[in-house]
């Protein structure tokens, strides 16, 4: 069965910390999809990333990163020197080859304070 | 840029009463989806089509839940009757075609029962 784990609900910290999010999926495919989606106070849903089951190389975007490690089965995001723009809900987000369904996480709540 | 459309925006209306919500997926993209998100989780998956066709609708609540899109193109959602559990956030998605796995949201309609 297909997965997602956000262990942390919320979290806050000062502006130019860096802070990291935590994901661990489950799933019995060996192909899969892995995503990250941004939800601001105005409610939409910002695709950040995907990542494939194939391509464990990390990935940095600007001030955001995330690392992939099959081993643990987790895609963690990390922000570096935070802002309060990134103030919003994450979610990880898992879907298997074949099904177009996307699981969610739970989401976590980040509060970027000034 | 080519986005999701979706209204109202919000919707208050009173318990056993009849509610439906409009979506319009971008131009070209055959597939559509609905989301179901309470408050405090992430989206769950309502119903899935191809083009005008139903590919999954196994989490619609069916004794209440409606959906259609009769041309392939833009999607109504129905509840009737809307009960105080169904308070939530109404999120559609599109994306190019089935297995793309990079699905676009819309800004979603927050429904609350009353």
């Known amino acids: 069965a297909q997965k997602v784990t956000q262990a942390q609900t919320e979290i806050s910290v000062v502006e130019k910390e860096d802070v990291t999010l935590d994901c661990v999926y489950e799933t019995r495919d060996t192909t899969y999809y892995l995503f990250w989606y941004k939800q601001p106070p105005s409610g939409e849903l910002v695709f950040l990333i995907r990542?494939?089951?194939?391509?464990?190389q990390n990935e940095i975007s600007g001030r955001y990163s995330w690392n992939f490690q099959k081993s643990t089965s987790s895609f963690n995001f990390t922000i570096t020197a935070s802002q309060v723009v990134d103030s919003a809900v994450y979610f990880c987000a898992l879907s298997e080859a074949g099904d177009d369904k996307i699981i969610f996480g739970k989401g976590t709540r980040l509060h970027i304070l000034p | 840029e080519a986005e999701v459309a979706q209204s109202p925006r919000y919707k208050i209306t009173e318990k056993s009463q009849a509610v439906a919500f409009w979506c319009d997926p971008i131009s070209g993209h055959a597939t559509l989806y609905w989301y179901r998100q309470i408050l405090g989780q992430g989206p769950e998956l309502l119903v899935q089509?191809?083009?005008?066709?139903?590919?999954?609708d196994s989490q619609l609540p069916k004794d209440r839940f409606s959906a259609e899109r009769l041309k392939g193109v833009d999607s109504t959602l129905k509840i009737q009757p809307a009960e105080l559990g169904d308070s939530a956030m109404y999120l559609c998605?599109?994306?190019?075609?089935?297995?793309?796995?990079?699905?676009?949201f819309g800004q979603g309609t927050r429904l609350t029962v009353v």
């Open positions: 998605a599109s994306s190019l075609e089935r297995g793309s796995t990079e699905a676009f």
């Open positions: 990542r494939n089951s194939f391509d464990e």
């Open positions: 089509f191809q083009d005008e066709s139903v590919v999954d």
